[in-house]
């Protein structure tokens, strides 16, 4: 099994395509160098290396790797003409991690690995540089150490010793910027790193170059099990198998001096999606530098440096001499990474996403990815590459992640409401859409308001968890390659960073900004769109549909085979859903319109009711209730087809608990309070999931299901006077045996040709199923044969096939997960393997006795892409969800399709 790819000089044994062995970070290195990209030389270790190590640990896979890597190592020193571990002139090599897809920030990188005081003196004496090679040296010592030999602190709170260090030797020396720092300094730094290990670890910092080699290849695949990547990716649904791919590479040096820098950049705007490369580099600076946050970053181009620079209110004369873009700085460097993103984003025929170093004006690629994007861009830079004819109308529709449409149907300000708010602070626009929160400082704080806004001077990636849980993040600090800001537009989270006039004390837990200081629980609002940062509570509005994104919706319509409905019971929702392309209603739960008001007294004196008598007393009252709602929300589809589901849930959720309540019904009813509660202990279930409900309740009380079947129909035939045609379709909720289904089914119409035979007049109406009870998917052509369409009920079919409590399951499921027993929760995703079986059984054996039988699902895995694809393979003709979902679903039947 070959376990190490080279490349190098033109060359290479991986290709772009071998991301799952190499990694994407390998996988495009390795291609840079086939087309003639400037790369250094290097290799990779596979992904599979790094499920052997979690297999075998470390011993042996140093034993089993030692021939090849010492081969590799070989053919780095080739390419460089160098040796590693020389004292005349050592090899330095960075050791980077890199999985399948990108997990920002989640594995760690050493720089500069294989310094030692005697290979420095090498480094020292053949650049000429000697600073160069001292502040190279106390970067790999801090980075060994924080990566390899576990200096990092692990909270925040706790003192990080090497940047004690460093704020010790500035201070002594008065200097601000770590570029002040002289030789003596450095290497006063240096010798203090290296106790600070010693006093922690109680060992020497390693200077064999070998043992620091294996040292920096064993940390980075014991970093896919660090917390941080196992929360990314149980967020991502990453699968813990892929591990990742281990790349050594020989150094480049942005830190060699003036005309030395490092940066990254984007092909296109990577918040509006615009044709506009930009992005930020520094100068005499090394790796992570740039989104550490520890200067500020300069803009590459030069259009983008006066944009900043007027956001920044710094003047032309300032921003020239002290803020030059690299395209004044360095013109030559920058006219080569000009043309190389061209040929790099015309290559992958997508927005690259650039890490580069210039070495003494010598420009180098040591990155390049698909760049992660805001939905907004996502939609934007597949329409323009399709219009450039660049990709390819299936192309741009499997470029959107359905999911991420989410973010383009998130509210936006009230505008009314944001003409009088008052601006506070004002950052980078770092992640569009608005957010309004209380504020919290600390990630692991971002519970504790129903909706926050995480308020910190920058942050980390030990911050992931409580930035995915906040509304928004603020930071003071940092641009627009941030952590935040990086990691905000990857989750679709409205983001500020970089927000200077932000005063933020983690101690006093305040933000002081605009001359008022703020505490935490207090109400901020950000737009992530402008960069501003407003004061209290600002009420948001709903999107709409124009633009990119109605055009990529139409042409998700063209290819797409399924059907999309919503699930609503109201006129706002339908409205909505229908704003948003949904082709007509599959679900409207009856049982939400009894909750409000004065309904949910006429409810209950039905449920109370001793008997028949009682019940139609209390239902004749419901009657006219329930067709007024039934007439809004068909009015409201017009000629689209409208699911009605019967009544469902166990009548004791209606009924009063609390003593007041109970007492307050007796008077209404005039029976006593203890009758009352007689009937509601009566009512007590012990299994209300698996009990009294769904058309248990219709065949025990038909009068029930007559007064929603006569409310559905006499709203229906009122439309049709006004001239507006509807197709109600009655569904039958819980059946289990075709008995029940039939019994409903002859109510139903019996009620409805009653209703027909007053008004001498009809109208077209189909009656149907839900499929949710396994045993009805069992005997799905027995229930054929009565139902004219099926809807799958996949949240109860799932809690019945497995036997979990929806209510319940969340004492356990997270363990499950965690430990690996079940993959998915399966209430969000459909389990394919088990309930989908039921599903295709129950369409196969439906279809058998009535071969145009309607089929769709109603679950809340109707608006999951992954279930959608389910549903477009075993053949339904419709899927339903919440209206917010209906255009991911609309995307994702469109990529099922192609
Ligand atoms: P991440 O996956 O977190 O982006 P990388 O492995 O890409 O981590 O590296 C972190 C930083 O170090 C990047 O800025 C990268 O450009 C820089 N870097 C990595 N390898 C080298 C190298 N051989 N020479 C110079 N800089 C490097
Ligand atoms: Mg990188
Ligand atoms: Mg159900």
Redesign the pocket.
């Known amino acids: 099994k070959k376990r190490v790819y080279t490349f190098g000089d033109g060359k290479a044994e991986g290709r772009s395509d071998m991301k799952n062995l190499l990694g994407g970070?390998g996988a495009n290195l390795a291609e840079m160098n086939l087309i003639g990209v400037p790369v250094?030389p290097?290799f990779t270790i596979t992904t599979e290396v790094c499920t052997e190590y979690n297999q075998i640990g470390k011993a042996k896979i140093v034993d089993i790797l030692k021939e090849d890597v010492i081969n590799a190592v070989a053919h780095v020193e080739k390419g460089m003409h160098m040796k590693f571990g020389d004292k005349e002139n050592p090899l330095l090599?960075?050791v980077?991690?890199?999985a399948r897809v990108?997990?920002?920030?989640?594995?760690?990188?050493v720089?500069n690995l294989g310094l030692n005081d005697e290979t420095v003196q090498g480094i020292a004496k053949k650049s000429g540089n000697e600073r160069f090679a001292w502040d190279s040296y106390r970067r790999f010592v801090q980075m060994y150490g924080d990566v390899v030999l576990g200096m990092k602190p692990e909270s925040k709170e706790d003192i990080d010793p090497f940047e004690e260090i460093m704020d010790d030797v500035k201070q002594a020396k008065g200097v601000f910027d770590d570029t002040e720092l002289g030789v003596p300094e450095l290497q006063e730094l240096v010798v203090r790193f290296k106790n600070a290990v010693k006093k922690r670890t109680g060992k020497d910092f390693p200077s064999d170059p070998w043992e620091q080699l294996w040292g920096a290849v064993c940390a980075v695949f014991d970093s896919w099990m660090n917390p941080r990547a196992c929360y990314y990716r149980s967020m991502h649904q990453i699968p813990e198998e892929w591990g990742t791919a281990v790349?050594v590479?020989?150094?480049?040096?942005?830190n060699m001096g003036d005309r030395s820098a490092?940066g990254?950049a984007f092909t296109r705007d990577a918040a509006t999606g615009e044709n506009l490369f930009n992005g930020e580099y520094l100068i005499n600076a090394?790796?992570?530098?740039?989104?550490a946050g520890i200067r500020t970053p300069l803009q590459i181009t030069k259009e983008g440096s006066i944009r900043w620079a007027t956001l920044a209110g710094i003047s032309e004369t300032q921003r020239a001499e002290k803020f030059p873009s690299l395209e004044e700085h360095m013109p030559e460097a920058f006219k080569s990474l000009f043309e190389t993103q061209q040929k790099l984003e015309n290559y992958f025929k997508d927005m690259q996403d650039l890490?580069?170093?210039i070495q003494d004006g010598k420009l180098?690629m040591?990155?390049t990815r698909n760049g992660k994007r805001t939905a907004a861009a996502m939609v934007k830079i597949a329409m323009d590459l399709l219009r450039e004819g660049k990709i390819d109308e299936k192309t741009a529709l499997l470029r959107q992640e359905p999911n991420k449409l989410d973010e383009l149907l998130h509210p936006v300000f009230d505008k009314r409401a944001i003409q009088t708010a008052h601006v506070i602070a004002k950052g980078l626009p770092a992640s569009p859409g608005a957010a309004t929160g209380q504020v919290v400082f600390h990630a692991d704080e971002a519970r504790k308001y129903p909706v926050t806004i995480l308020v910190r001077i920058e942050t980390s990636p030990e911050d992931l968890e409580g930035m995915d849980i906040a509304k928004g993040i603020l930071t003071a600090r940092g641009g627009m390659t941030s952590h935040a800001a990086v990691v905000a537009r990857g989750m679709g989270k409205c983001c500020v960073s970089g927000a200077g006039g932000c005063l933020i004390s983690y101690k006093d837990r305040t933000l002081t900004a605009n001359g008022r200081t703020y505490r935490e629980g207090d109400w901020i609002s950000l737009n992530g769109s402008t960069g501003e940062v407003y004061e209290g509570k600002i009420p948001t509005k709903d999107p709409e549909m124009s633009g990119d994104f109605a055009e990529i919706m139409t042409l998700a319509d063209k290819y797409r085979k399924l059907g999309v409905r919503t699930n609503a019971e109201t006129e706002r929702d339908a409205k909505q859903a229908v704003a948003f392309g949904a082709e007509g209603i599959g679900l409207c739960r009856t049982e939400h319109m009894f909750f409000e008001g004065e309904r949910i007294k006429a409810m209950r004196e039905m449920i109370l009711a001793d008997d028949e008598d009682g019940r139609r007393k209390a239902l004749d009252k419901l009657l006219p209730i329930q067709r007024k709602d039934f007439t809004s929300v068909f009015e409201a589809m017009g000629s689209l087809p409208v699911t009605i589901r019967l009544l469902d849930p166990p009548l004791h959720e209606f009924v009063p608990h609390e003593e007041e309540n109970q007492r307050e019904m007796a008077v209404e009813m005039g029976i006593s309070p203890d009758k009352v509660r007689q009937k509601v202990d009566s009512l007590h279930e012990f299994n209300p999931m698996l009990g009294h409900r769904g058309c248990r309740l219709g065949n025990t009380y038909p009068e029930i299901t007559e007064m929603q079947a006569r409310a559905i129909i006499e709203a229906c035939m009122d439309l049709k006077q006004k001239g507006i045609v509807t197709h109600p379709e009655i569904m039958i909720p819980l059946v289990g045996t075709v008995k029940e289904l039939k019994m409903q089914e002859e109510i139903v119409r019996h009620t409805i040709a009653t209703v027909f035979a007053e008004r001498n007049d009809k109208i077209d109406y189909l009656v149907g199923t839900m499929i949710e009870v396994p045993r009805a998917a069992l005997v799905a052509d027995e229930i054929g044969e009565v139902a004219e369409f099926f809807s799958f009920g996949t949240n109860d079919l799932t809690q019945m096939t497995f036997g979990y409590s929806r209510d319940d399951a969340a004492k356990f499921l997270p363990v499950y997960l965690s430990k690996g027993i079940l993959k998915n929760d399966p209430f969000q995703i459909l389990d394919q393997e088990g309930v989908g079986q039921l599903v295709k059984m129950g369409i196969e054996r439906g279809r058998s006795k009535r071969p145009n039988l309607k089929v769709g699902i109603c679950g809340e895995h109707g608006g999951e892409p992954n279930s959608v694809e389910f549903c477009h393979r075993v053949g339904m003709n419709y899927v339903s969800c919440s209206p917010f979902r209906v255009p991911i679903a609309r995307l994702a039947a469109a990529q099922a399709a192609i």
Do not use: C, H, I
């Open positions: 970070k250094p290097g090599v960075s980077r991690s890199g990108s997990m920002p920030g989640m594995m760690d990188t720089l790349n590479q020989a150094m480049v040096y942005g490092t990254v090394q790796g992570e530098d740039v989104v890490e580069f170093t180098w040591l990155q």
